[in-house]
């Protein structure tokens, strides 16, 4: 892998980049400004202020609408005598709930301090809609010689599943977005292993099979303690469910995420991984004593096991009776390739005969292959920005957009820089106080720039 330095930039580069960096910025204050919590969504304040900006810029675009205010804005830019299939820039503009007494600055301000830029979405997703509307914006003005055309678009309803979304658009639209391939979330974060940097691409994801598991007993006067309650019930359960291991399993994009690693850094550390990767029975515990930061082995936890996480306990109707009946919703996630009810049966065995586990919804991963045109040239775009970054494939595991679009190969990448913000974002996506850095922007604004420019013109 390139260890060169960068190489200097030219004025041309220069105002590109600060043009970028200047315009996701704008962009990205206006779109938080706009409250599309979903509930209920009103993705159509945001479709509506980037047909404004389209409009502007002499791009014609499309809004559809699953429902009243559930709008997806999708634009085009043609090329002249096209010799490849579609490049599709994807989002969405959909966000989740906040509390906002719980922020030191509003949610939906937009502030910019401290090269912060503040507010709801602006990691999940706002921010990548903004970088590659800019990106896209810039690709008209410079009026690049396309080879391929080239689609923006900002789905409604990704933060609820994406049915007045990405799901409707393809199955009513799919004119106005069929591609080969689409950049998306995802990936793009770095993180440090034995002193290197690594940015993984997202080339699959888990899938959601939610679970109910129901615990029954004995009910009666609160008055009177009683055994065998459903309560009862539901704290073996719980525990059971805390204990449980379920066997690791390595899909491609984690084996290949770990070769890369292995191949980095060589020595002891490509020899522990590589026995874990030959193992017919891979075992966590060997993998878990890579020295790696704690989220990020949180993260390859994830990607390597089928995971069963509790979150929403229901039951009672009066502080005076003891229910005869409770319910705990759980949110499984499933790696490629693997089996709803399997799964449920294998939660079922953890948990025993305290409570009864039944499938609420089914849904199993997805992956792409990385082994495509488009792959390489999200690396070498990325090596030359930063040529001393690793590009790595990588599940991911959580659900995106990319599942509802089967006739797509969907990569995820907005990278960021490598640095102290990383471990900051993490907890901020979905959580209180979210914010990006204004130079994080810019990077990922650049980096889809320049991809368009090498692979859309060739």
Not at 210 to 222: I, S, V
Not at 290 to 295: E, K, Y
Not at 408 to 437: D, M, Q, S, T, W
Request: proline share 6%; net charge negative; with cysteine.
């Amino acid at each position: 892998m390139s260890s060169s330095p960068t190489p200097p930039s030219t004025a041309a580069d220069d105002t590109l980049a600060a043009s970028l960096k200047q315009e996701a910025a704008r962009h990205l204050q206006a779109l938080l400004r706009l409250d599309t919590t979903s509930p209920p969504g009103n993705e159509r304040l945001a479709a509506d202020y980037i047909g404004d900006i389209l409009t502007a810029e002499g791009i014609e675009f499309r809004i559809v609408e699953a429902a009243p205010g559930r709008a997806t804005i999708v634009a085009r830019l043609r090329a002249a005598s096209p010799t490849g299939r579609s490049i599709l820039l994807m989002g969405h503009t959909d966000v989740v709930t906040v509390e906002a007494d719980k922020w030191e600055r509003g949610p939906f301000s937009g502030e910019h301090v401290d090269g912060f830029i503040w507010g709801r979405g602006a990691l999940d997703m706002k921010g990548q809609v903004a970088g590659e509307l800019a990106a896209f914006l810039a690709v008209k003005r410079a009026d690049l010689p396309l080879t391929r055309d080239l689609i923006f678009c900002a789905f409604a309803d990704e933060e609820a599943g994406g049915k007045l979304g990405a799901d409707w658009v393809w199955n009513h639209h799919r004119e106005l977005i069929d591609a080969e391939y689409a950049i998306n979330e995802g990936g793009g974060s770095p993180f440090d292993i034995g002193g290197a940097s690594f940015y993984t691409c997202q080339v699959g994801e888990k899938g959601g099979s939610r679970l109910q598991l129901t615990a029954r007993g004995n009910p009666g006067h609160a008055s009177i303690p009683i055994p065998g309650t459903a309560m009862r019930n539901l704290g073996i359960a719980l525990q059971r469910l805390h204990d449980w291991q379920p066997p690791m399993v390595l899909t491609s994009p984690v084996r290949l995420l770990l070769q890369g690693v292995a191949d980095a850094l060589g020595g002891d550390t490509r020899t522990l991984i590589e026995s874990v990767l030959v193992s017919d029975t891979p075992n966590w515990d060997d993998l878990a004593r890579l020295p790696l930061a704690d989220n990020v082995r949180a993260m390859l936890y994830a990607i390597s096991h089928n995971t069963a996480v509790p979150t929403i306990v229901a039951g009672g109707q009066r502080i005076n009776v003891i229910p005869s009946e409770v319910t705990l919703s759980i949110d499984g996630r499933l790696l490629p390739g693997e089996d709803p009810e399997a799964f449920r049966a294998a939660v079922q065995e953890a948990v025993g005969d305290v409570a009864e586990v039944t499938l609420t919804s089914r849904g199993t991963g997805i992956a792409a292959d990385p082994d495509s045109p488009f792959f390489d040239a999200i690396r070498t775009t990325m090596q030359a920005l930063q040529p001393d970054a690793h590009i790595l494939p990588t599940l991911i595991s959580g659900g995106t957009d990319a599942k509802l679009l089967p006739g797509i190969k969907v990569y995820g990448f907005f990278p960021i820089l490598a640095g102290e913000r990383v471990a900051l974002y993490n907890p901020l996506v979905h959580g209180h106080n979210e914010r990006i850095h204004i130079d994080d922007l810019a990077l990922g604004s650049r980096f889809v720039y320049d991809l368009v420019a090498t692979f859309c013109t060739t």
